[in-house]
């Protein structure tokens, strides 16, 4: 087995081991000694679904900051999701809350700054039994510009007191997340320490 063969399935074409043993018709084992022989590093088994999962490239593209304008909505993107997105979630970007604007300008900064099409965001709506699940959903969805199919199952909780907190979320909070590790991982490396 040749290493300038090995590198190119392995590393340029992206091939799994599996692949490229019933390329060359031989077995995995051999193909694994080899890449360990040439010192070709194996990638993660995370990082092989990933590759299947998309293997045209990532799904997103990070787009180098060129302007003013850039720059400012990566200071704001970055500061909406240090305070206000969920970063325990080691697969997703996520971010809730019961403004409109918030999340708009949030989807923005992922749009325009990571090429992030309005079409593969996903949305968690929560609500209070006294409020109408059709009227939110159709004030979520005309508010932010997207489908209904992609709000996931709506979740409904018992409406306690009628505070202040009520009145805000008249419509109930809503999550958007975008489920993709490498880029919640570019954007969490950006947060500061």
């Known amino acids: 087995m040749e290493k300038a063969q090995l590198e190119k399935l392995y590393l340029e074409d992206g091939k799994s081991i599996a692949e490229i043993a019933a390329c060359l018709k031989c077995t995995p084992h051999k193909v694994a000694y080899w890449l360990y022989k040439y010192d070709i590093p194996r ?19 990070i787009k180098p900051i ?14 909406l999701y240090w305070g206000e997105g969920n ?4 697969n997703s970007v996520r971010l809730g809350n019961t403004d409109p604007a918030l999340i708009n300008a ?16 996903r949305f968690g709506l929560q609500i209070f039994t006294d409020i109408d699940t059709a009227e939110a959903l159709e ?24 505070g202040t907190y009520r009145h805000k979320s ?3 909070v809503v999550t958007v997340h975008y489920h993709n590790t490498k880029l919640r991982d570019s954007i969490v490396s950006l947060l500061p320490r």
């Open 43 to 61: 990638r993660s088994i995370s990082q092989g679904v990933y590759l299947k999962k998309h293997p045209t490239g990532d799904p997103f593209t």
């Open 170 to 172: 008249q419509y109930g």
């Open 66 to 79: 060129r302007s003013i304008e850039d720059a400012w909505l990566q200071g704001l993107g970055i500061g």
């Open 87 to 90: 970063k325990k979630n080691k």
């Open 106 to 121: 949030f989807m923005d900064f992922l749009i325009k700054l990571y090429g992030v099409k309005r079409e593969d965001f």
């Open 139 to 162: 004030y979520w969805t005309k508010c932010l510009g997207v489908n209904a199919s992609q709000f996931g199952r709506i979740t409904v909780t018992i409406s306690g007191s009628l």
